[in-house]
Each structure stands twice: as structure tokens, then as C-alpha cells.
DNA sequence: ACTAGTACATAGTATCGCTAAGTAGCTGAT
DNA sequence: ATCAGCTACTTAGCGATACTATGTACTAGT
């Protein structure tokens, strides 16, 4: 991963995780999978986990512990009453910071 | 400043200090100003201050000591084209990201 | 003298993503 | 039966970055 790409991600990661999440509980290795999908290819696994356990320690998600037929037993994160709020404030501040951007790359000073 | 915020300018706020130095050259004092003006109200000049070390060092600007009617002498940053360059890959990253996060935004999972 | 505005510097802290390594369950090939 | 490979989760230690708090120093106006 670039280095400035580790660095942006830093504040955004959890908020693309949420936004994964809304709709659809997922489990912490579907994730990774899924965002790889999507183009970050290069997200470590341990950044994924560690996430999960954070915005579960921040009571963001429920948690439930489901059997797997291909391994160990799945940890399924589904966003709460809490964790929808977060997601909110999130694409705030997103939205604030983008458009500020986008004013500096069309020259707008 | 929003904890949100905190983590989200990590990696972008130093994009943003190189794109306000294109074109025009400024110091430190002026881009912590510029940028409250921007709407980075509770941007703490300590944070400037400390970037400007940090992109100097890169050799990403110029530096030049001023004199000024007002105070102590002011330390005058002009991008240089290593500068430049890392502003070009800012911006690609940051399209990336922006790219993504608008999907998500707009339910496309 | 004193205050306020201008201008820069830096030690210490918290957060977050990454690296690296490990544990554990299941399946299919050798 | 074993071993490789995929599935699935965990965690200690590291590096980078923004923030807090504080300090220094120059000038102008009262």
C-alpha cells in the first residue's frame, strides 16, 4: 500500500466499513474480501480485525457468532441504532472535507 | 476538532497545505490563517508549524527567511517540483478514495 | 510597562493502519 | 494419514500524523 494511501485511510476506513455494513451484516474475513473487491487491494487482513474489534468495543455493531462450513465460526457485525448515527456524522464530515478539496483542485484558493 | 475530522486529515491535511502553495508561496502564519478561512477553524498552528518541518525535510518546498513589518521573520515555503510531484500522486490517491467512497455513498456496494 | 497581534518551535500524547506471527477448523490431494 | 491451502480470527509492536500545551520573540498601540 502506499504510503499516502495508509495515511488517508486513517479516519475513512472505519467509515467505509459501516457504509459496508449498512443493509447487510457481514463477517469480518467476508469484509476484507469485499473491500479487496472494491480496489484496496492491498488492505492487511490484522487492519480489518482490529477495526472490527473497535468499533465493537465503541458499540457501533452487534455481534453474533455463527458456525462456518469452511472453518472456524464467523463473527457477523451488524450496524445498531449507534453505529448508524456514527455512519452519519461520518459522511458530515466526509462531505465537509470533500468539497473543500474539490474547491483547491479546480484552483478555487 | 471533531475526533472524526482528527483521524480524516491525517494524510490529507498535507495535500492541502501542498495545493495552497501552488502557484503562490506563503508562510507558515499565512497558511494556518488561510486555512481557518477555509473552514479548518480548530486547526492548531502547532499542526502547521510541524507539517512545514516535516515537508521540508521531504524537499517537497523551498525555504526563504523574510523579514516582516509586524513580527519575527517569516519563513516563506515554495513547492519545488518534488513538491509538485507529490501533489500529483496526492491527488490520484485522493480520486481513488473520493472515487470509492461516492459509490458507497450512493449504495453501489 | 503591558497587552495584543504576529510568527515560529517543540516535547509529549493518542489514534490508527501496517507488519508479522500465531491459532484453529475444514477439504482435497498425495 | 499427512500436508497444503483456504477459511477465519487474534494480537504485540511499529511508524506516521494531528493535537495539546507551552515557550520564545518581535512590533505597535495604550
Redesign the interface.
Known amino acids: 500500500m502506499?504510503k499516502?494511501?495508509?495515511?488517508?485511510?486513517?479516519?475513512?476506513l472505519?467509515?467505509?466499513v459501516l457504509?459496508?455494513l449498512t443493509?447487510?451484516p457481514a463477517y469480518g474475513y467476508e469484509i476484507t474480501t469485499?473491500l479487496r473487491a472494491?480496489?484496496?487491494t492491498e488492505i492487511a487482513e490484522g487492519t480489518v480485525y482490529a477495526l472490527l474489534v473497535r468499533i465493537e468495543q465503541k458499540g457501533l455493531v452487534d455481534v453474533e457468532k455463527r458456525p462456518s462450513e469452511k472453518g472456524p465460526p464467523r463473527k457477523v457485525y451488524t450496524l445498531n441504532a449507534l453505529g448508524e448515527k456514527e455512519l452519519d456524522?461520518?459522511?458530515n464530515?466526509?462531505s465537509?472535507?470533500?468539497e473543500?478539496?474539490e474547491?483547491?483542485?479546480t484552483g478555487g484558493?
Chains 1, 2 share one sequence.
Do not use: D
Request: charged share 20%.
Open positions: 502506499g499516502q494511501m495508509t495515511e488517508m485511510l486513517k479516519g475513512t472505519e467509515g467505509i457504509a459496508l443493509g447487510s469485499l472494491q480496489g484496496f456524522e461520518f459522511w464530515t466526509w465537509f472535507l470533500s473543500r478539496l474547491q483547491l483542485r484558493k
